[in-house]
């Protein structure tokens, strides 16, 4: 089976902070990891994948195996950074991503 | 840039009754999925679909549902008797196969009362 945590629903800080949203994974094999962005009112985009180990607008996540985690994590929060995350999994011999629960990120000014 | 697009945005029908949502995936993709999710919760898998056939269905994916490819580029989600619970935004995404990124569609809000 394949699970994904987010352990946060929500997730304030103010403008200029750091970021890490959480996330943990359960699956026995080799995954692929993505983070998805929901903005308000706006459909699911993918925000970037580990495979592809690339920053989208200032955003980074690491896969760590040996922690099943892939936190996703900015230096400097901006005020447009606020919207929903969903970290999501792909495991290999599954035609489907698993979602997480969702952290909603809210960026004070 | 293309997208996966679904109608309608917003669907209000009364328990009991059949609905159809509707997606046009990106054109040259193979693979097609419904995902809902119900207000306050995380998006939920339902079906993919390759080659004609349902490839994988979750437990939520019962006897109520279907899915159908009816021509190029149409791609359904059918809910034969809706009940309360089936309200929630329903989400169709395509991809290539070719990578694991899937494209979702803006979503279709279904209500019913």
């Known amino acids: 089976a394949q699970r994904v945590t987010q352990p946060e629903k929500l997730l304030s800080v103010f403008k200029g902070a750091p970021v890490e949203l959480k996330c943990n994974y359960s699956?026995?094999?080799?995954?692929?990891l993505f983070w998805y962005v929901q903005y308000s009112r706006q459909r699911l985009q993918l925000l970037l994948r580990?495979?592809s180990r690339e920053s989208i607008k200032g955003f980074t996540a690491d896969l760590n195996k040996g922690e099943t985690s892939f936190h996703l994590k900015k230096p400097f929060a901006q005020e447009e950074d606020s919207a929903m995350y969903y970290c999501a999994l792909w495991g290999r011999g599954y035609q489907k991503v698993t979602f997480g629960t969702g952290t909603k990120l809210q960026v004070i000014p | 840039e293309p997208e996966v697009t679904q109608t309608p945005s917003h669907q209000v029908t009364q328990m009991g009754q059949e609905v159809i949502l509707r997606c046009v995936p990106i054109s040259n993709h193979l693979y097609f999925y419904w995902y809902r999710q119900i207000l306050g919760q995380k998006v939920e898998f339902l079906v993919s679909f390759y080659n004609n056939e349902i490839s994988e269905k979750s437990e939520i994916f019962d006897d109520q549902f279907s899915v159908e490819r009816p021509d190029g580029s149409n791609f359904t989600l059918k809910i034969r008797s809706t009940k309360l619970e089936d309200s929630a935004m329903y989400f169709c995404?395509?991809?290539?196969?070719?990578?694991?990124?899937?494209?979702f569609g803006q979503g279709t809000r279904l209500t019913v009362v």
């Open positions: 580990h495979i």
């Open positions: 699956y026995s094999g080799s995954p692929e």
């Open positions: 995404a395509s991809g290539t196969g070719q990578s694991t990124e899937a494209f």
